[in-house]
Every structure is written in C-alpha cells, then in structure tokens.
C-alpha cells in the first residue's frame, strides 16, 4: 500500500514536470531553501525510515525539500471550478503534489501563474492568478467566426464568416438538451474579430444525477434523458428493498423513491428431522453466508450433505440430508417361544420374549436395538418347566414317571387300602403338582349303626370283616340279611335292617277281637279286627295294625247313632239336629191338629228311634150343649141347621150361631167359631125374657187370627 502511494505520487510529480513549469523538477530533489517566506515546513528527511508516522513518507515539498509528509493530506479548498472569467481544474484530485490548472474564457487574458501546487502543509503554492479583459486596439471593425457553443445553434446565418462590430447572435440549445438560466445566451461582435460571450452550456433535458445509496449503486441508461431509466444494484451482502428502478419523467423528475439496501439475513434454519446443527438455539437471524453443519442425534446415521448455507437472497440452501435410525437386524427366534412384536429391529425398538405353556425363559425377556446398532443382551432360552419328583405312597405304587409339564402321576394303592388325596397328579405350568398328595389308607367300613331295638356284633372292620345283626325281644327283624361283609368300596355289603317292635292286642270295653286273642303279642305289621256288642259300634276303625311297637289308634265301642232319620208323621212335622245317640227329634202338628197324648219327641238310642209314636189329631172343639129359652146353629155354606146336642165332631173353622126364642133376648155374644179346639169366644150368651123391643142383632164375624 504504502511502495504504490509512493509509486503513484512519484508518477504524478514526473507527469506535473512535463506539464508545468513552476515546480523545480529535478531528479534530485534540492535542498531545503533558506527564504520561504511565510511557508511552514515539515520534519526534513533522506528515507522513509525517518518519518516517525508509517502513515508519513519521504517526499519532495518544492522549497522545503525533502520532507515527511502525511499521504492522505487534502489541500484547503478551491472554491468551486469557476474563477471570475475564467476557470480552475485540479488534477488529478485533491491530495500532496496536485496542481490546480487556470484558465481564462474567450476575451480575457490570464494574469499571474497558470498552476499551483498542493504543498505539505496544506497551502496552494504561489498566488491565484486572475482574468482581465484582453485590452488591444481595435485595429478590425469586424469579426470572424461566431463562437460555437455544444449542442446549441445561434439565430445568425450559417456559414457567413464576416460579422461586422456590434452584431448580435442569439442562442438558443438543440432539441433534446437544455441550459441554465441565468447564462449569457448572446454573443457581441466587439470588433478585432473578438467575440463576448455567450457563457451557455447545453447539457441533456432530463432528470438530475442520481446519488449512489448507501451500500449500493445506482447505474442510468441513458444518462440524464427524459424516459432513461436509473438502475440500483446493492453490494454483496445486501439485498435491495423498494423498486430495483426508476425512471425520469418528462418534467425532469424521477418517479418513486430511492431504494435501500439492506443487510441480507437468513431465518431459522431448515430443521432435519433427528439432527441438531452447530447454531446456537436460540440464534433466529443469520448473515448471508453464514454455513451451519448438521449431525444426526444419537442412535441415527446420516445420508447425505450435512451442510446448510445462508446464502444472498437470504435463503438456506440444504442440508440434503436425512437421518435414518439404525437397524439392528433381526433380533434372533428362540424355540418353544416367540418374539413380541416380531418385526421393529429400528433404534429404540424393543422386543420381548415370551415362552409356550409349559416352558420358562431363561435369561432378560426382551432385548433393545441400541444407539450403535446391536442388540442389547442375549437371545434368552426357553426351558421346559419341571415339577419337584414324586414318590409311591406306602401300601401303593405309582404308575407313570416323568416330572416336566404336562406329566402325568398315577396312584394305586395295595388291596385292602384305598387312596386318599387326588389318584392323578399332573406337573402343572406353575411348577406345582395338581390336585393332592395321595396317601393310602386301609379301607375301613366302620362299625355299622345304630340299630334301633337291637344291636351289631363284629370285632373288624377293615376289608373282609363280617358284622351280624341282632334284634331284641318282641321285636321282628326286618332286613335283608343278618350279616354282612365290609367291601372293598368301604361300605358293607348290606345294609342295616331293621328291628321292629312287636305289639300286645289290647282289649277293649264291650268289644272283642274278631280273629285272635286279646293279650298276645303279634308281629309288626299284623292287622286286627275288633267288634262291638248288640247297640254299639267302633268309633274308628275297626281295623287296626301293628306299627313298630305301637298302634296308631285303639277303639272305643260307643253307642251306635240312628241309620235313618226320624219317621215322617201325617199333618205334621219333624225337627231334627242330629241321629246320634241320645239325640232327640221333636214332632210339629199343622193348624186344626194336636198331638196325641202330647208325645211330641223320639230319642235315638243305640242306633234306634224309641219312645211313643207321635200322632196329629184332629183338634174338635167339645159341643157347646143348648141355650135354655134359646136355639144352636151351625152355619155352613148351604144355610144352617140345628146343631145336635150329640154331634162331637166339631171341626177348627166351624161356626155356631145362637138365637133366643120369641120374647127371649141375647145377652152375650150372637156367635162363636171353633179355633184350634176351643171356642171364641168362650162364653156362651144367656136368652132372657125381653122387656124391650127387640134390639137389632149386633153380632160380627170374629176377625181370623
Ligand atoms: C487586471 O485587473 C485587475 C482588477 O480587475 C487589476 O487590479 C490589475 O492591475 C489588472 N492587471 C493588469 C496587468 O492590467
Ligand atoms: C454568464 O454570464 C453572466 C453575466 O455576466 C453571469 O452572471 C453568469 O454567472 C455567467 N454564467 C456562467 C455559467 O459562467
Ligand atoms: C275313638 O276313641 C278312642 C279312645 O277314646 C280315641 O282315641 C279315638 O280318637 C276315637 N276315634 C274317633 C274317630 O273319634
Ligand atoms: C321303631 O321304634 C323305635 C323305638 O321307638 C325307634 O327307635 C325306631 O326308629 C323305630 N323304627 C322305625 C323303622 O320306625
Ligand atoms: C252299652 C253297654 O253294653 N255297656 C256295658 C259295657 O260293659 C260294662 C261292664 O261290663 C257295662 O256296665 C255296660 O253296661
């Protein structure tokens, strides 16, 4: 940097040294002057090495000579490029050693020094110079040529060489460009062939320069023209916000606004699935071209490119990777069991073993697909399970050998014992033998019993033994055997009889036995028939038999009860409850009747009606004799007649009536009706001698009761 600095001033020293002549251009730079007026120096040297500063070099300062200068000096401005009349040029920029060129316009001449140079201590050199009016004696009252102006045209005739003193052209600029306004746009003829003015520039119509944006650039095509378009474009990094291009209107005005640059950034980056990347998590914001690295988590390979990179659009671009869990392979079968499930060997699958009925796993049941691709463990085993041995039961043997799963033991026992527990004994899945532990007990029927009414007689009871059985006095056996054997099956061979009481036929009051004697005593189940003597009778059953000792019931001979119900009785009737013994029917007579000797009742008595038999009679009433000085008469339904002091046969609804003779009069009543044998009423009148007249009959029907 510093070799091409130096290099760069030293070819714009040797270029100046063509150019101008003021500068003291000698190979050598010469020795520091002793006359430099009111020029400050720097620090004099011979190398570089003497400046103190790198920033600093050796350099050739005109009158001070070889001095340490700062490269990155700027001299004092220049204000503006324009001078009165004329006009400055810095080249080739503002830095130690550039000269500032002078010019004067047309009609002036150039007073004082045409460069100056930029000094050490920040200074122009010499004094500006200025522009006069070129003074001369107007030897010519004409002028040549019209000055020509770029890209505008003057209102005078073209190609007319000779314009006479004081001849005036107007300017004006060509279609498609412009001029400022407050410029000179007329030339004056001032004779000698000079010409003043005009100090118009034409420069394009359009819109003004566009300045560059931060971070980027802008580019104009065609450059300053109605209808050219500016550009932008960002630097590296930098992506662009807001319209890429913008065009110049026709009234001199760009359209829309500036865009910006800005910085290009990338989002969260693309996540892989069992991966992590090298990023901080909680990073959200990454500057383009940042590069991230992707690994696959434990347990998980990758396939593919792990890398991610932000690039200047802002978009991740990869990792074309994926992350695959590793396979273990098939973990291995095992006999006489099976795998759970049988088909993920992927990392974290797990299987589990399991055995068939009847077998035990032997070793860890389930096996996991590690991180590194290999089963953890060992393939267990699967044993069958075995029960604990068995042995014969004393007095027996066992048939059948074997202990695993599934075998099966049988128990015998000798004769005479029999098992007890479970006579087959299977080795079972929970390592246990089925059922009981068989023993052999001697078979024992026990000694038989109770019997009622009687007793056993035996000594053994075991297999063989014989018991007898025996009944008391006055009872009957009643059994199929009188012995019987103890069975191999534990029971006797027959079962226990029975003793039953016999009973003593019982004598009963006024009765006798039928067939047998009273006294005896008879076998259970005998029947025996009893009968009563003349008039009496059983009043149970007259069979009765032998129960096991006892007789359900014994008899009595009691009065017989009447067989038929009471006689019946003419004009009348009877009244009965009952026709035991000893039960009275009671006799009735219809109206008009009575009973005979008054013997109203029969009484049963030992199975007979007894007593005198009721009769109904026909109930007269007794003849009412005569009426001295006076007549009887019966009244029927053919008139009535005298009524005979012999008649006896006076029936219930007869009537008299009674009469007194001539002179005689009734005292008493004129009547009387004969009502259930006596008369009503009573009493019978009386005829008297009659002193009255005699007085109508007063008589009236008794009323019928
Ligand atoms: C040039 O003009 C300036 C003022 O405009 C004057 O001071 C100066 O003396 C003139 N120089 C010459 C050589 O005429
Ligand atoms: C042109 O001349 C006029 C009048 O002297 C002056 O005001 C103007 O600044 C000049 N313009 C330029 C561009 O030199
Ligand atoms: C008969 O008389 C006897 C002895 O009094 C008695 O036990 C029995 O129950 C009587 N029978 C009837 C049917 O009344
Ligand atoms: C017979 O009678 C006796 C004594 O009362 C009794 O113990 C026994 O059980 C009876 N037998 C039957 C078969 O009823
Ligand atoms: C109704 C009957 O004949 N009863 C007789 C039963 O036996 C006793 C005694 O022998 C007699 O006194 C009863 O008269």
């Not at 140079?117 to 200025?130: H, I, K, L, N, Y």
């Not at 390979?301 to 098939?330: F, H």
């Not at 043997?397 to 099966?408: E, V």
């Not at 004697?517 to 009778?537: N, S």
Request: with cysteine; hydrophobic share 30%.
């Amino acid at each position: 940097m510093t070799g091409v600095m130096y290099k760069k001033t030293a070819i714009v020293v040797a270029l100046l040294c063509n150019l101008i002549y003021i500068i003291e251009c000698n190979d050598v730079c010469g020795e520091r002057r002793d006359n430099l007026g009111n020029r400050r120096c720097s620090k004099r040297c011979a190398t570089n090495q003497d400046c103190v500063s790198a920033k600093k070099k050796c350099l050739c300062d005109g009158a001070c000579g070889l001095s340490c200068i700062n490269t990155n000096m700027k001299c004092v401005d220049i204000e503006g490029s324009r001078i009165p009349h004329g006009h400055v040029e810095i080249i080739p920029f503002n830095q130690f050693g550039a000269v500032a060129k002078y010019r004067c316009d047309d009609g002036y001449t150039l007073f004082g020094i045409t460069g100056r140079v930029c000094q050490g201590d920040e200074t122009w050199s010499r004094q500006a110079p200025t522009c006069n009016l070129t003074r001369h004696v107007i030897e010519k009252q004409e002028c040549g040529r019209p000055p020509q102006v770029n890209h505008a045209h003057h209102s005078g005739p073209r190609n007319v060489m000779s314009h006479p003193l004081g001849s005036t052209l107007l300017y004006e600029c060509d279609a498609g460009f412009t001029a400022r306004k407050d410029v000179v746009v007329r030339a004056w003829c001032v004779g000698d062939g000079v010409w003043v003015g005009p100090n118009l520039t034409c420069s394009h119509a359009g819109c003004d320069l566009l300045p560059d944006i931060p971070s980027g650039t802008v580019h104009i095509i065609p450059p300053n023209m109605i209808g050219g378009r500016a550009r932008y474009s960002c630097y590296p990094g930098f992506h662009l916000v807001g319209r890429i291009e913008r065009t110049c209107q026709s009234d001199g005005q760009w359209d829309g606004s500036p865009p910006s640059c800005e910085k290009v950034v990338c989002g969260r980056p693309p996540e892989v699935e069992h991966a992590s990347h090298d990023a901080p998590t909680d990073q959200l914001q990454f500057q383009a071209g940042t590069q991230l690295t992707y690994t696959c988590v434990f347990g998980y390979y990758r396939e593919g490119a792990p890398r991610s990179m932000c690039t200047g659009e802002g978009q991740w671009v990869g990792p074309r990777m994926t992350c695959k869990a590793r396979n273990c392979g098939a973990p291995g079968e095992i006999n006489n069991g099976w795998r759970d499930p049988g088909y993920k060997f992927t990392f974290p699958s797990r299987v589990t073993y399991h055995c068939n009925e009847g077998f035990e796993l032997l070793g860890r049941a389930f096996r996991e697909c590690q991180s590194n691709g290999e089963w953890s463990g060992i393939l267990p085993t699967c044993e069958p399970i075995e029960c604990q041995e068995l042995g014969p039961p004393l007095h027996g043997t066992m048939i059948g050998s074997g202990r695993t799963y599934g075998s099966l033991i049988r128990f015998v026992c000798n004769d005479g014992y029999k098992v007890v527990g479970s006579a087959e004994r299977r080795c079972q899945a929970d390592r246990l033998w089925s059922g009981q532990e068989a023993r052999c007990e001697e078979i024992d029927c026990g000694v038989p019993g109770p019997l009622w009414n009687g007793y056993v007689d035996g000594h053994r009871t075991t297999v063989g033994s014989v018991y007898f059985f025996r009944c008391y006095a006055r009872t009957t056996f009643d059994g199929p055997a009188f012995a019987a054997q103890c069975l191999e099956t534990g029971q006797w061979s027959q079962n226990l009889p029975k003793c039953l009481g016999q009973c003593q036929v019982p004598a009963i009051l006024n009765g006798s036995v039928v067939a047998g004697q009273e006294g005896v005593w008879v076998d259970h189940g005998t029947a025996i028939t009893y009968t009563c003597k003349e008039g009496l009778e059983l009043n149970d059953t007259s069979e009765i038999s032998c129960n096991n000792g006892t007789w359900k019931v014994i008899p009595r001979c009691v009065p017989a009860p009447c067989k038929t119900a009471p006689p019946q009785m003419d004009n009348g009737h009877r009244v009965f409850f009952n026709m035991n013994h000893g039960d009275r029917a009671r006799y009735f007579c219809m109206e008009g009747y009575r009973l005979r000797n008054d013997h109203r009742y029969l009484t049963c008595n030992f199975g007979v009606w007894e007593g005198p038999t009721p009769q109904c009679e026909e109930n007269f009433c007794p003849n009412p004799g005569s009426i001295p000085n006076g007549q009887i008469y019966k009244k029927g339904h053919f008139g009535k007649f005298i009524f005979k002091e012999y008649i006896v046969t006076i029936k219930h609804g007869d009537r008299l009536e009674y009469e007194c003779q001539r002179n005689y009069k009734l005292v008493g009543p004129s009547g009387a009706a004969c009502v259930n044998g006596k008369w009503s009423p009573p009493n019978r009148p009386r005829c008297i001698p009659a002193r009255h007249p005699i007085l109508p009959k007063l008589w009236r029907p008794m009323e019928e009761q």
